[in-house]
Every structure is written in C-alpha cells, then in structure tokens.
C-alpha cells in the first residue's frame, strides 16, 4: 500500500459516498445516469468475484463489500426506489457499445485465460469506459448540479491517483499491470474535458454547464 | 509482470 493507491481508495469510497447521500437525501436521481450506475455494478461484481475465495486483507476485503453493496444500493434507489426522478429521456447512451467490445477485448488481451482473470479483465475494461454515460448525459443536459460535479471529479481523480501508484510500485516492488495501466490512463483521459470545466467553474462557485 | 489472480488491488 503506498500513500497514492490509499488516496485513491478514498477519492473512489468518497465518490461513491456522495452520489448514495446526494440520491438519499434529495430523494432524486435527477442527472445522474442509471446506465453508467448499472455499469459500475457489473464492474464490482465481476472483478470481486474472488471476494471469498482470496483473502488479502481486512481493508481489501471491506472496502470491496462496501463497494459492491453500495453500487447496488444506488441502482436499486435510480430504478426502484427513486424511479419517478430518473431522467430517462436524457440517459440515453447505448450501453452495448461498451459491453460488447470490451467483452470481446478481455477474451483477446488478458494475462490468464481462465474465468476469473478475463472476468477480471472485463471488469477492468469496462470501467474504463463505464462513466460515458454520465458524461454524456451532463453533455445532453447541458448542465450538472453542483454535488453531481463533486461526485465526478471525486470518481475521476480515483483512477488518476492510481496511475501515480502504479508509477511507484513500478519504482520500488517491480510491479506492474499493462492491462490495468493502460484501461486507467484511457479512464483519466476520459475526464480530461469535465476536470477542465470543473476546475474553471465549479472551483469558481459557478455551476457546471456544457456548452450544449 | 503481474501473475494472474493475484490481483491485490481494489
């Protein structure tokens, strides 16, 4: 464990912490997209499928049931609980066009061909892409309230203080994930655009708004 | 190079 990987866990935890408390308590999903939410659950529950076959840690093991059970609870409150604020119309991103090809990707590139690992894979590549539709619905809408951006940017920095730790393991334990670097660094690049509008304006006390 | 499985990241 080194200071950027827990940073990083804590950024991702913060995130997920935000967007159940912003739904809960506002009792709305409005602007948030119940397709990219649907994708982070399949990300969670195909990578921690070894969640009790492999035993790392008491901290790896929890913070993969507070994941799982959270990314759960927040579809769960988009598409039960809270279905009447799901705004339907403006989440319209066609999920296929991420599952298919990273599927078909994890079977081609992966270090094991074994179910676990390319499940593993699946779930790396999936979550590279897995914010599209969010992004894509604060493009349609035009705007985003201002928590949802504190959600976002928390989510993107996660993967962002990943690549630094990556950077030290490579350092100082001769460590390193090709599949998992390279899925991240496509992940940050993805937020690139939203954490220049979120620097310039939601730092600034504006609200976040796209030029549509 | 990481070895398949060990996958000791969340």
Known sequence: ????????????????????????????????????QLLF??????????????????????????????????????????KATYDGNHDTFRVEFLIVPTAILSFLVNHDFTPLEILWTFSIYLESVAILPQLFMVSKTGEAETITSHYLFALGIYR??????????????????LIAIVAGLVQTVLYCDFFYLYITKVLKGKKLSLPA | EVLPGDHDEL
């Open chain 1, 1 to 36: 464990m080194n200071i950027f990987r827990f940073l990083g866990d804590i950024s991702h935890l913060s995130a997920i912490i935000i967007l159940l408390l912003k739904i809960w308590k506002s009792r709305s999903c409005a602007g948030i997209s119940g397709k990219s």
């Open chain 1, 41 to 82: 659950a399949i990300v969670f529950t195909t990578r921690y499928l070894d969640l009790f076959t492999n035993f790392i840690s008491f901290y790896n093991t929890s913070m993969k049931v507070v994941y799982v059970a959270s990314s759960y609870a927040t579809v769960w409150m988009i598409y039960s609980k809270f």
């Open chain 1, 160 to 177: 962002t203080l990943y690549l630094f730790n990556w950077i030290w393991r490579y350092q100082f334990e001769e460590f390193f994930d």
